[in-house]
Structure formats: structure tokens, C-alpha cells
């Protein structure tokens, strides 16, 4: 459980921080967020049978859709 708790709120904060920095430094450099890298993690996990990056995939998306609100990415 502290596993998946650990993997969801790292991914959460290393996503925000991630959006924040490239958003300061250029605002047309790609980033990857959206549906196509959580397809990505999403497959990853289930190759990998770990239940901890489903976990992960939650906080990415609440970041991901926090970083869009705030208008850091499309």
C-alpha cells in the first residue's frame, strides 16, 4: 500500500514540477502529457504486473489536468 501511495504522489509532484519548469524556460517546447503517454503507462504496467504504476498514472493525470487548468500545456 505505501508502495502504490509513494509511486502516485511522486508522480503527481514530478509532473507538476516538470510542466512548472518547461513552462518558465519556453513555452513552445513539446512536452508529453495527455492521453497518449497514460496509453503508454498504462501498458507498461500491465507488461510489468505491477499494480504500483496504475497508482502512478493516477497522480500523473491529476497533475496532467492541474498543469492544463494553469495553462502550462495544451
Do not use: P
Not at 504522489?9 to 510542466?19: D, R, S
Not at 512536452?31 to 504500483?52: L, P
Not at 496504475?54 to 487548468?69: E, H, N, Q, R
Amino acid at each position: 500500500m505505501s508502495k502504490c501511495l509513494i509511486y502516485g504522489i511522486g508522480f503527481f509532484v514530478a509532473t507538476l514540477l516538470i510542466q512548472r519548469i518547461v513552462h518558465g524556460i519556453n513555452k513552445n517546447w513539446l512536452v508529453y502529457t495527455g492521453t497518449s503517454v497514460i496509453i503508454g503507462m498504462c501498458v507498461f504496467g500491465i507488461m510489468q504486473k505491477e499494480i504500483a504504476f496504475f497508482a502512478a498514472i493516477i497522480g500523473f493525470v491529476l497533475a496532467d489536468t492541474i498543469g492544463a487548468a494553469l495553462g502550462w500545456h495544451k
